[in-house]
């Protein structure tokens, strides 16, 4: 079980990575 939480926490942190150059660039997800 535990290995889930440290594989699903290293995934959110890969997206969220991902995410933040488009969403300072100024693209809206509306």
Known sequence: ??????VHGVFMGVVIALIQ???KRGIRFN
């Open 21 to 23: 150059p488009r969403v």
């Open 1 to 6: 079980m535990q290995m889930q939480i440290v």
